[in-house]
């Protein structure tokens, strides 16, 4: 294995593969960074000019932009409050709480530095045990999957806002909406009033860029002045310190756990993990009621669950061939591009190859910290541009986005419904994240749902027989319980205050 | 006397200038090139490649868009009902251009779109779990009989690939077996090697480094003869059992496009497939190129077409 290793070095360790790294990652932090361009979409993008690259340059270049969006999508969720994407979605409840307080660059700061640490977790998670997590992750069949789904919308029902009625009505519209378009089984049209527009269903970025980012800047326009005085605060704001990050490392090391072990499912992916890690955080935390109301320990734990799942969703994908996300998908076809094959005998076939992706795995971590570290004392000054030149941007940004991901009219129908109804929900405080994750999870839900009674001739039992799902139930039970008796603690003690 | 001099020659170069227009200039702006499927999937890789070199055989870009949506049929729909210059063309499979549009109710017809070229093809390659009870075709089939709807085997999608090579397989044999659509083949693919399910079919660059590995046992191949890269797999012919079916990848117009466009963009997809950088790249993602100029194109559609309607006339769906 060090032979493996010191070849891997030997290959990426050139200054065209740190160049191409670093260019990636500054590339994708832009794109993360503004709403509606997402990773998947850079990626997709971009890797057709890799094609005729060298595999030590064009490799190194995609994974520079994955990480560099997927960390991007925390800068304007916790700078604007307009998540980039989905995954960002939890980090911006607390980070731009945090911000709003006048500590964005501490909560931007922990955002990194959890992200990397996480991220750093991981790989080597997927660097020693690849192989054996992989076969692990291959016995989750369609119950575990459907107990996964339902504890993710449990969580995000429970914990984005301050009422789960509110949280629920939120899950319930979305998966309303999810139901639209071809059903998952049989193909039959549902609610699609013969328009080939709905037939693919809502689509999620246009919806998600609507519901995040227009309906802040309705709210924006609404209120004329900036949420944020930014000017003042700007000049003696303190950055994350190392009280914060070791204050947060059991959440981080809990999150980057969550994260791993979601990345290497296939099919699941970051949007998941960030809010299991979490709902699990706030349940750990010794403060529960700083969470949504800027939480350090919050941001931690929504950016560690996300971050690690990008290395995690490399397991599935190196081992046999299965990418575990879209984005995992699109560099999966990249690679495939470079003539690295992913799949069971990649490890044998292309062993320095491999070797030397792990450690460009490593490597583009280090550079994001340092890059970030920089980065960050410049983009918290967007926040100094005035609102009535910045929110106009990001509007040409949202409907940019929107059309791109389809190239479809329809779908900027979608991002201006989306904005007008996040617009409401804002005003009425029922959370917004519930909906568009269940958007996202309802159809998963559905078809693993219905694949598992196909299994068991429809009877409930799999669900409880199955050790892993059984066990995930066990979970689901143990946490929904713990809420309640807190809410029935709270409840008596305001009773008790009142007499 | 200028004056009509000016008109003389004028109308000269008009009738040149037209019947150029006719006979060369088309493209004369770039040509969309139609995934239906989202980015990362074998179609969207093999569309990259393409529109990457296509531009010296075409004259003009070739611009590669991914419309995906409703299992490849928003883009088919919405091409269908677009213009007929040849300007937008569909990258095709059999589910979307021979077999849905026959037996689901569809916003486009069978006949909306015409051949251009075909790309390439593979088959499928039937596979058993490493621990399934059964090792070759013969053995899956007398399990199967002893144990009607026991054996369950991983599928794609209703009408997918996977789907149809299943149903092939269970008419030709008399057989009953559970499938369980799992919405695509990585989630198909995974459930069989983890065991959960006890088969699949899918193409041989999906599944072969599995076969190779020992991690899925192969069963054959839907093809007329034996696949290069796997020379020791069976067609289901060999095996007993008359299965040909094919994943073709390939370039449709919509209906109505003009003869010598089609002509022209088929011929250019003849020469775009001898390209060296095409071939190196197309190579490289372990595939190969199986090209049919339009006329051989559209003989093979009609025949998958009426194979396929025949195929759901007998098993009732």
């Known amino acids: 294995m060090l032979d493996l290793i010191a070849q891997g070095l030997a290959l990426v360790m050139t200054p065209l593969s740190i160049g191409a790294a670093v260019l990636g990652l500054a590339a994708g932090i832009v794109v993360g960074a503004l709403p509606g361009l997402t990773a998947t979409m850079a990626v997709a993008v971009l890797s057709p000019f890799t094609f005729f690259l060298d595999a030590t340059i064009g490799i190194p270049f995609l994974l520079g932009i994955y990480k560099g969006a997927i960390y991007g999508g925390s800068i304007p969720a916790i700078v604007i409050n307009t998540p980039g994407t989905a995954a960002a979605a939890a980090t911006a409840l607390d980070g731009h709480e945090l911000a709003r307080k006048g500590q964005g660059r501490r909560a931007l700061e922990m955002s990194l530095y959890a992200s990397v640490i996480a991220d750093m977790l991981a790989t080597m998670v997927l660097i020693f045990v690849a192989a054996p997590l992989a076969t692990v992750a291959l016995k989750f069949s369609s119950p575990e999957f459907t107990m996964l789904f339902l504890f993710s919308l449990t969580m995000v029902s429970a914990v984005s806002g301050d009422s789960l009625t509110k949280g629920l009505i939120s899950t319930a519209l979305g998966i309303g909406l999810a139901i639209i378009g071809l059903e998952p089984m049989t193909g039959q049209m549902r609610y699609t009033f013969g328009m080939p527009d709905l037939m693919g269903g809502i689509s999620l970025i246009p919806l998600l860029i609507g519901m995040f980012a227009l309906s802040e800047i309705l709210l924006q326009a609404e209120r004329g002045a900036p949420a944020i005085d930014a000017v003042g605060q700007q000049r003696n704001e303190r950055g994350a310190s190392w009280l914060d990050v070791k204050g947060s490392m059991r959440t981080i090391l809990r999150s980057s756990g969550v994260g791993v072990v979601l990345g290497a499912l296939p099919g699941l992916g970051a949007e998941i993990s960030c809010w299991i890690s979490y709902g699990l955080a706030r349940r750990g935390s010794k403060k529960p009621e700083e969470f949504g109301k800027g939480s350090i320990e919050g941001v931690a734990a929504a950016e560690a669950g996300n971050n690690a799942v990008c290395p995690a969703a490399l397991i599935p994908m190196l081992v046999f061939g299965i990418p575990g996300d879209t984005i995992t998908a699109v560099l999966l076809g990249a690679f495939m591009a470079q003539g690295l094959l992913p799949g069971p005998l990649l490890f044998t076939k292309s062993g320095d190859i491999v070797y030397g992706l792990f450690v460009l795995l490593i490597l583009t971590n280090i550079l994001l910290l340092i890059f970030g570290y920089f980065a960050i004392r410049h983009l918290r000054k967007i926040t100094l541009v005035p609102s009535g030149i910045l929110y106009p941007l990001v509007t040409v940004m949202c409907f940019a986005g929107a059309y791109a991901v389809n190239s479809s009219i329809f779908d900027l129908v979608i991002m201006v419904c989306g904005g007008f109804a996040g617009y409401l929900m804002r005003k009425t405080d029922v959370p917004i994240p519930p909906l568009v994750i269940a958007v996202l999870l309802a159809p998963g839900l559905e078809s693993a749902l219905r694949q598992s009674l196909v299994f068991s001739d429809n009877s409930l039992s799999i669900f409880v027989s199955r050790p892993i799902s059984g066990a995930i139930v066990l979970l689901l039970v143990t946490v929904l319980s713990w809420m309640a008796f807190q809410t029935l603690r709270k409840r008596a003690r305001a009773r008790t205050a009142e007499e | 006397m200028r004056i009509i001099k000016g008109l003389a020659l004028g109308a000269i170069l008009g009738t040149l200038g037209a019947s150029a227009t006719l006979a060369e200039e088309f493209p004369e702006k770039p040509i969309r090139f139609v995934t239906p499927y989202p980015p990362g999937g074998s179609h969207s890789l093999h569309a990259g490649i393409i529109t990457t070199v296509a531009e010296a055989y075409f004259g003009q870009p070739m611009i590669s868009v991914i419309r995906a949506g409703g299992g490849g049929v928003v883009a088919a729909a919405e091409l269908a009902q677009g213009d007929a210059d040849g300007y937008s063309v569909l990258f095709g499979d059999p589910t ?171 011929d250019a997809f003849g020469k775009l497939v001898e390209d060296e950088g095409f071939l190196r790249l197309i190579n490289t993602i372990n595939s190969r190129v199986g090209y049919l100029d339009a006329e051989a194109f559209g003989e093979l559609l009609a025949r998958e077409q009426k194979d396929l309607k025949e195929l759901y006339d007998a098993i009732g769906g």
Not at chain 2, 98 to 105: A, K, N
Not at chain 2, 162 to 184: C, D, P, R, S
Not at chain 2, 206 to 232: M, Y
Request: net charge negative.
């Open chain 2, 96 to 266: 979307i251009n021979s077999l849905r549009p026959q037996v689901e109710d569809l916003p486009y017809d069978i006949d909306a779109f015409v051949p251009v070229a075909r790309i390439n093809y593979s088959p499928a390659v039937f596979v058993a779990a490493a621990d399934a009870p059964f090792d070759d075709l013969d053995g899956m089939i007398a399990y199967a009989k002893e144990n009607p709807d026991k054996l369950i085997y991983s599928s794609d999608n209703k009408n997918g690939f996977t789907y149809v090579a299943f149903e092939m397989l269970k008419l030709k044999t008399g057989t009953q077996m559970k499938g369980i659509e799992f919405g695509g083949g990585g989630p198909a693919i995974a459930q069989v090697l983890g065991g959960n399910t006890m088969a699949y079919a899918g193409a041989p660059s999906v599944v072969g480094d599995h076969i190779e590995a020992g991690t899925l046992k192969a069963i054959c191949a839907t093809d007329l003869e034996r696949w290069e890269k796997l020379p020791d797999v069976p067609t289901c012919q060999e095996a007993g059992v008359d299965i040909v079916w094919h994943f073709w990848r390939g370039v449709l117009a919509r209906a109505g496009t003009p003869e010598d466009r089609v002509q022209m963009m088929s």
